[in-house]
């Protein structure tokens, strides 16, 4: 039998369904696999909170620092997740004590990541993270593991759930962002403080920033990133986008170009037949594109306990199991420090609505001016077909592939015009290949 002496720090959702799976399935994991998983301590913030397991049956620890330097751990759970504080400090400290780590903290790694690894790789360290990225899709070790010696040209995908599922309850019910939102609140999906991440599209691209490193050896560099979240999408473009064939969906999207990295997350337009259109919910996606294969999609749930921990189970799993790790796939000294592509500079199709005064010649004065600037007009729709003629009425237009730059100069001439009655709403298309 293997035995693995493990400490936990952190015992929220994902922490309290790692200890119940554990004790519910241990003999499960003896008969197939031969491990034997010991909870040697646990900690976290607040001892009397309430609990689906008896605390009483473990080792607590009030200081987590005393708890990773016993003797017989032989790995940390991270997972009380703070980008920095206490959550770096104890990966430091068991790092440095020869302990295996295993965390789910995103952010930290994106952000704070690179010393950590370079400390695993010095001790021969496993320093494993299945769980930072899309709860439990296992996209990691789909990467690293599987498809470790394909040429990876782009990957593409949902990375957060709580977006993912206000965009699809404002498709589905017709509902406005803010009633989407507060209901994703009552749920749990959200919290006052977790929304701001999740809505501004900040918790996708520390998912991207590990993915990016993970595809293109990339140093981790959280500031490779253009974000822009979803709290500007309003039901009515929801509606015009569907008129034409698209959902809306929060899309994060990494590639090499011209040497340079481009790290993008940001809402865009989906051809309705594009899986990751038809990803509802609260789900993750992720879809990589290799030289070997030209679709890799998975999909699952994203987030939540259950999923969460079967992702931390998966990296005990393989700690157990090995006595050599690559945790990033590339080893430290051979990461490269890519430049930050600009999007700006993005041959891409657009979406644009434009609310404009109801009276002749508006349309033409449009067109007129984006045939003068080399821009192709796709398709264009002007609803409703009956107005109140005191009220804007939206001008939706779909453009060829144009660069965005040249876009945004023609949208701020547009918005100088007596008759663009609000800002313009932009959003790219997405390429399906």
């Avoid at 976290?44 to 009030?62: E, L, Q, T």
């Avoid at 899709?137 to 690293?144: F, M, Q, R, S």
């Avoid at 749920?187 to 595809?215: R, V």
């Amino acid at each position: 039998m293997n035995n693995l002496n493990i400490c936990i720090a952190g015992l929220g959702n994902v922490g309290s369904e790692l200890i119940k799976s554990i004790e519910e399935n241990s003999l499960y994991f003896e008969a197939k696999s031969s491990i034997k998983i010991n909870i040697v301590g646990i900690t976290a913030k607040d001892k009397n909170k309430k609990r689906d397991f008896d605390i009483n049956n473990y080792n607590w620890f009030d200081n987590p620092k005393d708890m990773v330097l016993l003797d017989n751990c032989d790995v940390l759970v991270e997972l009380i997740g703070q980008e920095k504080g206490i959550s770096y400090e104890l990966i430091e400290l068991a790092l440095n004590n020869k302990k295996h780590v295993v965390t789910g903290n995103k952010a930290l790694i994106a952000n704070h990541g690179k010393n950590l690894f370079q400390i695993a790789e010095k001790n021969s360290l496993a320093l494993c993270f299945e769980a930072a990225v899309a709860g439990g899709i296992p996209i990691i070790k789909t990467i690293k593991n599987d498809i470790n010696l394909n040429k990876i040209n782009k990957i593409s995908g949902i990375l957060n759930g709580t977006t993912n599922y206000i965009l699809t309850k404002m498709d589905e019910d017709n509902l406005s962002f803010d009633s989407v939102l507060k209901i994703a609140k009552e749920k749990g999906f959200t919290s006052d403080q977790e929304s701001k991440l999740d809505i501004g599209g900040y918790d996708a691209a520390h998912k991207l920033t590990i993915l990016s490193t993970l595809a293109f050896g990339s140093v981790l560099n959280f500031e490779n990133n253009h974000i822009e979240g979803i709290s500007n999408i309003k039901i009515e473009d929801i509606h015009y986008a569907k008129k034409l064939g698209y959902k809306i969906k929060l899309i994060s999207e990494t590639s090499i170009i011209d040497d340079q990295i481009l790290n993008v997350t940001g809402p865009k337009l989906l051809d309705e037949m594009n899986p990751l259109a038809n990803v509802g919910n609260a789900l993750n996606a992720v879809n990589v594109e290799t030289d070997h294969l030209e679709t890799l999609f998975l999909e699952g749930q994203g987030a939540g306990g259950k999923p969460t921990a079967s992702s931390v189970l998966s990296d005990l799993y393989d700690i157990s199991q090995n006595l050599t790790f690559n945790n990033l796939g590339f080893k430290i000294k051979n990461l490269i420090e890519y430049k930050k592509f600009s999007p700006e500079n993005i041959l891409n199709r657009y979406y644009l609505r434009i609310m404009t005064e109801d009276k002749p010649g508006v349309l033409s004065s449009i067109t007129n001016l984006f045939s003068k600037t080399g821009i192709s007009v796709e398709k264009i729709l002007q609803l409703p077909e009956k107005v109140n003629s005191n009220l804007p009425i939206p001008i939706i237009i779909t453009t060829h592939n144009i660069q965005n730059e040249i876009l945004t100069k023609v949208i701020k001439k547009l918005e100088k015009l007596e008759f663009v009655k609000e800002r313009i709403i932009l959003l790219p298309i997405h390429n399906n290949s």
